[in-house]
């Protein structure tokens, strides 16, 4: 299976700060990746699909790039509602599905 | 609008079973694979298995080998998880997706709290 490793696993920025969050797969994955954003006791929300493309009413400072075997997901200008837990998933062999191991962002 | 409305939470004990239901309404139930996923207490996500409503054909993770169970009935737009034999560390948050490639929606959740 594809592994996907997720870095950082935690960071603490300042709103205004650029933040960017980095997945690499096991193997090339073209761009089948997706981010997602998850608050406590909420279900995953998703940012971005095909690595790039961001989902329909999703704010515009988040965005996502890379191919192949790394990712990148970009805030381009912190919120304070951005404090979550964000994580890549892969589907390029699907099934299965393999998530990276998430990122917990604070505000500081 | 796209919906998966999930049942409610379960308490079980030790070595019984499950079953988390996951009703789609908004499109058409067969075109898409249903995912399963789950979330013990503030760890990450672990996919669980597929199923296609349409066929009904199914695959899981290998770690749930013998114990998942993945089915569906079309006429009402529900898919149903049940995972047997149940211990303590299956006690999460039990999810369904709407896959295509990745996830678009999710339901909203199920927790499973497996106790003595």
């Known amino acids: 299976d594809i592994q996907m490793t997720q870095s950082p696993s935690s960071l603490s920025a300042s709103v205004g700060d650029r933040v960017t969050i980095t997945c690499r797969a096991s193997?090339?994955?073209?761009?089948?990746l997706a981010w997602y954003q998850q608050k406590p006791g909420k279900a995953p929300k998703r940012l971005i699909y095909?690595?790039?493309s961001l989902q329909s009413g999703v704010p515009s400072r988040f965005s996502g790039s890379g191919s192949g075997t790394e990712f990148t997901l970009t805030i381009s200008s912190l919120q304070p509602e951005d404090s979550a837990t964000y994580y890549c998933?892969?589907?390029?062999?699907?099934?299965?599905?393999?998530f990276g191991q998430g990122t917990r962002l604070e505000i500081k | 609008q796209v919906q998966l409305v999930q049942s409610g939470a379960e308490v079980k004990k030790p070595g019984a079973s499950v079953k988390v239901s996951c009703k789609a309404s908004?499109?058409?139930?067969?075109?898409?694979?249903i995912n399963w996923v789950r979330q013990a207490t503030g760890q990450g996500l672990e996919w669980m298995g597929w199923?296609?409503?349409?066929?009904?054909?199914?695959g899981h993770a290998q770690k749930f080998q013998g114990r998942v169970t993945m089915t569906r009935d079309t006429s009402i737009s529900t898919a149903y998880m049940e995972l047997s034999s149940l211990r303590s560390e299956d006690t999460a948050v039990y999810y369904c997706?709407?896959?295509?490639?990745?996830?678009?929606?999710w339901g909203q959740g199920t927790l499973v709290t497996v106790s003595s």
């Open positions: 997706a709407r896959a295509y490639g990745d996830y678009d929606y």
């Open positions: 908004g499109y058409t139930f067969t075109s898409y694979d």
């Open positions: 199923m296609n409503p349409n066929s009904g054909n199914t």
């Open positions: 193997q090339g994955i073209r761009n089948d």
């Open positions: 095909a690595a790039s």
């Open positions: 998933l892969q589907h390029n062999n699907y099934p299965p599905i393999t």
